[in-house]
C-alpha cells in the first residue's frame, strides 16, 4: 500500500467551519511521490487538486478532462447500472463527482466502480462527514437552539436509517438523497468494497478519499447499522460463529481493521492503539462490559464457554502465528479472556499469545479445573486489581 507519513494536520476550511476544528484519527496525507504513482493521469489530477475546493477541483476536471487518456473517466451518477456500463473500458482512474450522501445504494454504486476498474486502479470520491454537519449547524443557529436542531438531525439522519423499525420509512421519504456519514463508514465502505485508501483529508469542509483497487468487492454479506450487532468470529476448530454484542463502533467498523492495523498498530492489552473506530459512548460501554452482555447467549447455546481465549475476527486471528492458531481453536473461546487473570495485563500481540498459551495448554490437561480456578481469579482482579475492558 503506498504509505501515509504521520503529520500534524493543518486543515482549510470554508468560512462557516471553525479554522480550530480537528478530527481524531486523521492523517495528513504526504503528497504521493512520483515513485509511488505510475499513473501519469493520477498524477495529474492529483498534484493539481490537491488543495482545491470541492467546486474548483470539479471545475479543474471538467476543463482538463481532454488531457487524460481514455481511461479515465470522471462521473456524476448515483446509479450503479450507470457504472456498469463503463464495464468495457477497464479504467485507470474512475473520479466521483456527486456527493456519497446523496447516494441511496452506495454499497451497489462502490462494488460496480470497483468492477470497471483494472487492478491497481484508483477511485477518488467525497462526502460531508457527520462531524463536518455538526458543526455548520452548531455555527449556523444561536446556542441552544443549535443543539436541538443537531440532535433533531443526528436521530433522522443517523438513527432512523439505521433501525429495521424506522429505515424504509427514512427512505421512502429520503430516497437516500441526504444522509449523513461518519468518516469511519465511509472508510469502512470502502474497503468492504474492495479498495485500500491510500490517501484521506478534510479540507474545504467536505472528506476527500483517494484509493485503489487491491481485490474483489464483497457481494455476499449483510451489514449491519443496529444497535444489537452479530459479528463473524474463529471459534473451535477455525469454524465461524456468530458472536452477539452491542454496538461500540461506527458502521461498517469491522472492514476497516487492515488499515487501522496497518497505521495504529497495537496498544497494551493486544487490542488496536488509538481505535477512532470506537464511538463516545462505546468507550463507557466498553469499560463496564455493557457492549458483552449479548455475548451470555452464545455461552447458552454453546458457541462460548464463561472463561476461555477471546473470539476474534478473521484478521486479528491472521496475526497470531501458525502453531497459537492450531493451539487456541483445539478449545471454545470464551466470555473471560485469560488476561484478566494475569497479574500483569499483556502489552504486545505477543504476549496476549503467551498468555493464551498458559490457558490453552493447562485447559487440555485439567479443563474444568483450569476454567474454576481463572473463573475465581478473574473476578478477583476485577474487584481488587481494577481490571478494566477499554
Excluded at 444561536?142 to 427512505?171: C, D, E, Q
Excluded at 464483497?218 to 465461524?240: A, M, N
Excluded at 470506537?278 to 447467549?297: A, F, H, N, Q, S
Excluded at 493451539?327 to 466470555?335: A, E, N
Aim: charge should be positive; charged fraction near 30%; hydrophobic fraction near 35%.
Amino acid at each position: 500500500m503506498i504509505g501515509l507519513r504521520k503529520l500534524r494536520r493543518t486543515f482549510q476550511w470554508e468560512p462557516d467551519i471553525p479554522s480550530d476544528y480537528t478530527e481524531k484519527g486523521v492523517e495528513k496525507g504526504a503528497k504521493l511521490s512520483d515513485g509511488f504513482i505510475d499513473n501519469p493521469d493520477l498524477r495529474l489530477f492529483f498534484y493539481a487538486t490537491h488543495e482545491m475546493s470541492l467546486n474548483d477541483t470539479l471545475r479543474w476536471v471538467g476543463e482538463h478532462r481532454r488531457e487524460m487518456s481514455e481511461r479515465v473517466t470522471a462521473i456524476d451518477t448515483d446509479r450503479g447500472s450507470d457504472i456498469e456500463a463503463l464495464k468495457d473500458c477497464r479504467l485507470n482512474l474512475l473520479i466521483h463527482e456527486r456527493s456519497l450522501n446523496t447516494v441511496r445504494h452506495l454499497n451497489t454504486l462502490l462494488n460496480r466502480s470497483n468492477e470497471v476498474l483494472d487492478n491497481g486502479g484508483y477511485i477518488w470520491c467525497h462526502a460531508r462527514t457527520a462531524v463536518l454537519k455538526r458543526r455548520l449547524i452548531l455555527k449556523k443557529y444561536p446556542w441552544g437552539v443549535s443543539h436541538l436542531v443537531f440532535a433533531l438531525h443526528f436521530m433522522w439522519h443517523r438513527v432512523i436509517p439505521k433501525l429495521n423499525l424506522t429505515k424504509s420509512i427514512y427512505f421512502g421519504i429520503t430516497k437516500g438523497r441526504s444522509r449523513t456519514y461518519n468518516r469511519v463508514e465511509v472508510l469502512g465502505r470502502m474497503y468492504r468494497a474492495g479498495f485500500e485508501v491510500v490517501d484521506e483529508e478534510f479540507r474545504h469542509g467536505e472528506f476527500f478519499v483517494l484509493a485503489r483497487k487491491f481485490r474483489a468487492p464483497i457481494w455476499d454479506d449483510v451489514p449491519s447499522g443496529s444497535p444489537l450487532i452479530k459479528l463473524r468470529r474463529v471459534g473451535k476448530d477455525r469454524k465461524l460463529i456468530g458472536v452477539y454484542k452491542l454496538r461500540t463502533m461506527y458502521s461498517y467498523s469491522e472492514y476497516l481493521q487492515p488499515y487501522i492495523y496497518e497505521h495504529n498498530h497495537l496498544a497494551k492489552g493486544g487490542k488496536f492503539a488509538d481505535d477512532y473506530r470506537v464511538t463516545p459512548w462505546g468507550r463507557w460501554m466498553r469499560k463496564l462490559w455493557i457492549d458483552e452482555l449479548p455475548m451470555i447467549w452464545n455461552v447458552v447455546r454453546g458457541d462460548l464457554k464463561l472463561v476461555g481465549v477471546r473470539p476474534l475476527s478473521r484478521h486479528y486471528f491472521s496475526l497470531y502465528s501458525p502453531e497459537m492458531q492450531d493451539l487456541r481453536t483445539q478449545v471454545k473461546p470464551g466470555l473471560l479472556p485469560p488476561f484478566y487473570y494475569d497479574k500483569q495485563t499483556p502489552k504486545t500481540i505477543d504476549e496476549v499469545q503467551a498468555s493464551e498459551r498458559r490457558y490453552v495448554e493447562a485447559c487440555l490437561k485439567h479443563p474444568v479445573l483450569t476454567d474454576i480456578r481463572y473463573f475465581f481469579g478473574t473476578i478477583l482482579n476485577i474487584l481488587f486489581r481494577g481490571k478494566r475492558s477499554k
